[in-house]
């Protein structure tokens, strides 16, 4: 196993999360037991190498804190739009420690496109105390919302450079979902080692 698929960092901070290696049993001992951090070295392995199998594709949605740190992210099929996932994102935005030990619970704005510019869903935004900031179709370019808006994208950047999420080549939606997990854990760990 190469040593840089799983740095000892990594390692430091997954190896608690795993349950504990079961028992092997003397009469059905059955296939010997490939060590944790070479399993997970495997996954690393297949995130990071590239594909070429085009399969009907998927659509990553993300929402990110003003840093570009990834908050919470869902999969779905390439035909949804994008503000099916607004209020589910927002649900799964866990809680983030705040500046007197009181973990917040929502942030305070939302930045977004055009693409999320409903009056239904301005108004569900203020109902949780969330101020929204979206820009309007059919306004012309220039709303300003550029100037913010790029943090999105720069995290969309870092996430497509593990190649095996440009493409989904997996059928099953829940390993995919697993490594677009990874791949997120991959990025607030990288952003982790650089704040310190």
Known sequence: MRVDLVPDDLWERVAPLLPPTPERHRRHPGRLRVPDRTALGGVMYVLRSPVDRALPGSKHHLIVDQHGTPLAVTLTGGNRHDVTQLLPLLNAVPPVRGLRERPRR???????????????????????????????????????????RWVVERAFAWLHQFKRLRIRYERRADLHQGLLELACSLICLRRLRTSL
């Open 106 to 148: 929502k942030p305070r704005r939302l930045y977004a496109d055009r693409g999320y510019d409903y009056d239904k869903y301005r108004r569900l935004l203020w109902k949780r105390g969330i101020k929204p900031v979206i820009a309007r179709r059919g306004a012309v370019h220039g709303s300003g919302l550029g100037k913010v």
